[in-house]
């Protein structure tokens, strides 16, 4: 390779050495061959550089049939991670204290009227960081119990899965009501359960979500009311002032936000909301 090198560096040079300018009284069109001349060259001698190079490494993916059962096990695993993957965002809804905490931020907005204010993506990091707050011990339980073992090869995919999901179960459980336990294991025609370790998780999952609407609304509903009364008491002056075109939304606003930040809003609504969790 180096053999080559030297020989098209050579071959420069002297084609260089024999086209050297000796005046500056050369027409236009001979610089411009030379310079297509010098250009190839280059090219030439660029070229074996460029075989030289290490090739960028492939990925082939193919469809065949498996040799062994146990290339079919450790295909359908990867194809259920991946699955778990895809379905992660609505794992965090569904199983965690995110919907309830999302759905409260999001009637504050409405019930002070401020539009898109805070704007959407702020109200969503602040319910996921609270989300990770509250669901921090969970997680780690979920952590030791399963995903440790299974990381040191001590435990399957399939005891891990259950393990891991154990505590999250749990959790779920305690937050949610009775009566809509109840209503999927009527649904299901299932017997009622002795524990907590009877309560499938497909039966947990839904009874949860149902639970955490309710309560989310019912925390709406008390956020409404002092804004609420603020919204009439406005309207009520400018209608006696006979300012019946004012709106009174924009009135109201500058004295619901007042009142908020005077009893410090955001301090005691994240306390309460993270209290509400057992």
Not at 1 to 10: A, E, N, P, Q
Not at 249 to 276: A, C, H, R, T, Y
Request: one cysteine or more; proline letters at 6%; a positive charge.
């Amino acid at each position: 390779m180096k053999s080559i090198l030297t020989k098209s560096c050579l071959k420069i040079k002297t084609f260089l050495t024999q086209n050297q300018l000796k005046s500056y009284d050369y027409i236009e069109g001979s610089h411009l061959k030379n310079l297509k001349r010098i250009l190839l060259l280059l090219l030439i001698c660029m070229t074996p550089m460029a075989f030289a190079a290490d090739t960028i490494p492939t990925v082939n993916l193919s469809l065949s049939a498996p040799n062994s059962p146990q290339q079919l096990v450790t295909s359908m695993n990867l194809v259920l991670v991946l699955t778990i993957l895809v379905l992660a965002p609505s794992l965090v809804f569904m199983m965690t204290s995110f919907l309830r905490l999302l759905i409260v931020f999001s009637f504050l907005r409405q019930a002070l009227g401020t539009q898109q204010m805070p704007p959407s993506q702020v109200m969503v990091s602040l319910a996921m960081i609270l989300t990770f707050f509250i669901m921090e011990p969970v997680m780690k339980e979920s952590y030791e119990v399963a995903i440790k073992p299974y990381l040191a090869e001590k435990m399957s995919y399939q005891d891990a899965f259950e393990k891991g999901a154990a505590p999250f179960k749990a959790f779920m459980i305690r937050n949610t009501r009775e009566k809509d336990l109840a209503l999927f294991f009527r649904i299901r025609n299932l017997e009622n359960p002795k524990n907590i370790e009877d309560v499938p998780l497909t039966v947990a999952m839904p009874a949860f979500m149902i639970s955490e609407l309710k309560t989310a609304f019912e925390i709406g509903f008390l956020l409404y009311l002092p804004f609420l009364v603020i919204d009439m008491v406005v309207s009520s002056v400018l209608m006696a002032m006979g300012m019946m075109m004012l709106p009174p939304v924009m009135i109201s606003l500058p004295f619901k936000l007042l009142i908020f930040v005077l009893v410090d809003g955001w301090n005691l609504l994240v306390q309460k909301l993270v209290e509400s969790f057992h």
